[in-house]
């Protein structure tokens, strides 16, 4: 959805005609943990936000006992932790060069929120830092940093791929079906406990109980 403020009765809604995601995405430390989303038709943006300072937002679930998710957009300005700061907190596993971790002070990220922006209005003009990736606490918020893929390490892999869509040979007329992408890889079987009611499956889930918090959104709204 495009500008909208309520999961239920505004903005506009887009179809995804296809996903593109990362080669070397890593589920065992999550990174790399993004991809680009290429729309059915064109998306206009409109109206300039007067708020400023870092911020990040998401529909996702608002308590972390039970599964319900947002119905209005939830939002909270997030200081940027140092990434010894963050290690000592999320662990050896927050890598410097593709992630970034904010929060910590009673806002974080929960289930739902994935792929949720991490922005920041720089000199009039809002700039994405980050998408939402994972915490380690089963609480949210919790004492732990929100750890998000750090946006502009994948400038040139993101506009490499921007063009990408059209069928194969030359240059491409606008009009042109995407190739179907692969089927994902079967989801190997892991053991322990843990509960997923996200988007991954259960068994994979069961495998990554430290990331349960892994999405976005315990946040008040402004």
């Known amino acids: 959805m495009i500008r909208a403020h309520s999961r239920t009765n505004d903005g506009k809604v887009f179809q995804v005609s296809r996903v593109i995601k990362h080669e070397d995405f890593s589920m065992q430390h999550l990174r790399h943990d993004v991809a680009v989303l290429k729309l059915s038709r064109p998306a206009t943006l409109g109206g300039k936000s007067t708020r400023s300072a870092f911020r990040h937002m998401g529909w996702g679930r608002i308590n972390p006992s039970n599964n319900q998710l947002a119905p209005l ?122 509960n997923c009611k996200d988007v991954w499956p259960e068994s994979t889930c069961r495998s990554f109980s430290r990331y349960l918090c892994h999405h976005a959104s315990i946040l008040p709204r402004m």
């Open 73 to 194: 957009l939830k939002q909270a300005s997030a200081p940027v932790a140092t990434h010894s700061q963050c290690r000592a907190t999320n662990g050896r596993t927050v890598d410097e060069s593709s992630m970034v971790c904010v929060g910590g002070q009673g806002s974080s990220v929960c289930n739902g929120d994935s792929g949720g922006p991490l922005s920041c209005n720089e000199g009039g003009r809002w700039v994405l830092r980050g998408a939402a990736s994972w915490v380690t606490s089963k609480t949210c918020p919790g004492r732990t940093y929100s750890v998000y893929a750090r946006v502009s390490s994948y400038i040139d892999w993101i506009t490499a791929r921007v063009g990408q869509g059209g069928g194969g040979g030359g240059g491409g007329g606008g009009g042109a079906t995407p190739p179907t992408p692969p089927p994902p890889p079967p989801p190997t079987k892991p053991g322990g406990g843990g």
